[in-house]
């Protein structure tokens, strides 16, 4: 994730906002991303069980589930390449 000047300053707080604070922040909001895959793809393999709802609830689960691992091998990548 390279910026073209690697530093930016956040012109109303005057902080300088390094390249490291952004793959950080990246990375952090992402990991929320991953928990709200694990959780939806739980929901959705008890929704599976328990509803009477006509939904493909298991194909969604799958699919959350899918996107967890897809998210989580990226992530494991980036944050190697933070630390």
Not at 37 to 57: C, D, P, V, Y
Not at 63 to 74: A, I, L, P, V
């Amino acid at each position: 994730m390279s910026h073209p000047d690697e530093r930016v300053c956040h012109k109303e707080s005057g902080v300088e906002v390094t390249e490291s604070m952004l793959d950080g922040m990246y990375l952090e909001a992402n990991t929320y991303a991953l928990a709200s895959h694990f959780l939806w793809g739980l929901w959705a393999i008890l929704q599976n069980e328990m509803s009477s709802i006509q939904f493909g609830f298991m194909e969604y689960g799958v699919s959350r589930f899918e996107g967890y691992f897809t998210m989580k091998e990226r992530l494991s990548t980036i944050g190697a390449d933070i630390n």
